[in-house]
């Protein structure tokens, strides 16, 4: 199921338990995570964000002001974060971990339609 996220309060309420779950269980994308948020933020015209037994997870969809959709995803088998067109099924665009920079995150986020 998914949650619309509409204000601020959701978005902060969203990434503070993506925050909390990466603090514990994948450190090599806990820092990645604030840059994605901000180019989400930026780019971002409409967003929902997965749950889970009414809770969020780590699943994120946006769509852009052009319509064009991307699924942001933790994957738990190579600990790293994914970008994928539309759905998490979708052509994988990108990856992101704490390797990448403010620049890496900003370049990607501008080159989306």
Do not use: P
Request: with cysteine; proline share 0%; hydrophobic share 40%.
């Amino acid at each position: 199921m998914a949650l619309k996220i509409e204000d601020i309060r959701l978005m902060k309420r969203y990434f503070e338990g993506v925050m909390s779950r990466a603090n514990h269980h994948a450190e090599n994308v806990n820092e990645v995570i604030l840059s994605l948020a901000g180019g989400v933020i930026w780019r971002g015209a409409d967003i929902d964000v997965r749950t889970y037994k009414d809770k969020t997870a780590n699943m994120l969809w946006m769509r852009t002001d052009s319509g064009k959709g991307y699924c942001f995803i933790f994957n738990h088998s190579n600990w790293l974060i994914e970008v994928h067109e539309d759905t998490m099924a979708g052509k994988l665009l990108r990856v992101f971990s704490n390797q990448d920079s403010n620049s890496d995150v900003k370049e990607f986020f501008e080159t989306l339609e």
